[in-house]
C-alpha cells in the first residue's frame, strides 16, 4: 500500500487522486492513536480507583489501630502491614503508616528495650516465662503487630528497621 502511495505521489496525479489515495492510511493511523490513547485512559482510570480503593482501607484499619480494644489495633496493626507491603503504597505512604506504629513501639521501648531482652506475651496465662537470666519484657498482640508494620514500612522505604523491633516482629509473642 505504501508503495502504492508513493506511486501515486510521483506521478502526475492530480491531488485530489493522490489525497484520496492517502485518505484511508491516516484513518488508520488516527484509528490506531485513538486505540492508544483510550487504553491509556482506562489504565489510567483504573490505578486512580485501586490507589482510592486502597486509601478507604487504610483508613479503616487506621481507625481500628486508636481503638481502645486491644484486639481491635492488634488487627488494625497486621492490615496496615498487608496495606503497607501493596504495590500501590510509595514511599510516602510506607513513611506515614511508619508513624502510625510509633506510639505503640514507644511504649515497649519505656518498659525496657535491650540487646538481650526476651519478648513474652502479656496476656497468655499458659506461656511459660523462660527461666534465663535475661531481661523480660511483656508486650501485647497489637504491640507486636506494630512492630511488624514497621518492618514491613521500613523495607517499603529502603530504610534498615531497629534490631529490637526486628526480634519484636519476629517473637511472635
Do not use: C, H, N, Y
Not at 502526475?12 to 484513518?27: F, R, S
Not at 498487608?82 to 511508619?98: E, I, K, Q, T, V
Not at 531481661?135 to 534490631?163: F, H, I, K, N, Q
Amino acid at each position: 500500500m505504501i508503495t502504492t502511495v508513493l506511486d501515486v505521489a510521483a506521478s502526475d496525479e492530480p491531488w485530489l487522486v493522490i489525497v484520496a489515495t492517502i485518505g484511508p492510511l491516516v484513518a488508520a493511523l488516527a484509528a490506531i492513536g485513538a486505540l492508544v490513547v483510550g487504553i491509556q485512559t482506562v489504565r489510567q482510570r483504573w490505578v486512580a480507583d485501586s490507589q482510592a480503593q486502597w486509601w478507604a482501607r487504610v483508613q479503616w484499619a487506621a481507625d481500628l489501630v486508636l481503638e481502645p480494644e486491644e484486639s481491635k489495633r492488634a488487627v488494625g496493626f497486621e492490615a496496615l502491614a498487608l496495606l503497607a507491603s501493596s504495590p500501590l503504597a510509595g514511599p510516602d505512604d510506607a513513611a506515614f503508616l511508619a508513624g502510625l506504629s510509633f506510639d505503640a513501639l514507644a511504649a515497649v521501648q519505656e518498659r525496657g528495650v535491650a540487646d538481650d531482652v526476651v519478648f513474652v506475651p502479656a496476656d497468655d496465662e499458659s506461656f511459660v516465662r523462660p527461666s534465663d537470666a535475661r531481661p523480660v519484657v511483656e508486650v501485647t498482640r497489637a504491640e507486636v503487630s506494630a512492630a511488624r508494620l514497621r518492618v514491613v514500612a521500613d523495607r517499603g522505604r529502603a530504610r534498615t528497621t531497629p534490631a529490637w523491633i526486628a526480634r519484636l516482629a519476629a517473637s511472635g509473642a
